[in-house]
């Protein structure tokens, strides 16, 4: 999940410097979604992970 948030971010910075506004909002949203998703469930993970 993390990899798909690195690769729309990156595809929000093409877009910007091509001037493609709307799509790179989009994308920048998309991976602020993923990273976000991400972060939550790297934090469940380690609190409900696995336990002797």
Known sequence: ?????VIFFV??????VFG???IAGTAAGIAK???IAFLVLA????????RK
């Open 20 to 22: 493609f506004g709307g």
């Open 43 to 50: 934090v469940l993970s380690l609190i409900f992970g696995r």
């Open 11 to 16: 595809i929000a910075i093409i877009a910007a």
């Open 33 to 35: 979604f993923l990273f």
């Open 1 to 5: 999940m993390l990899r798909y948030s």
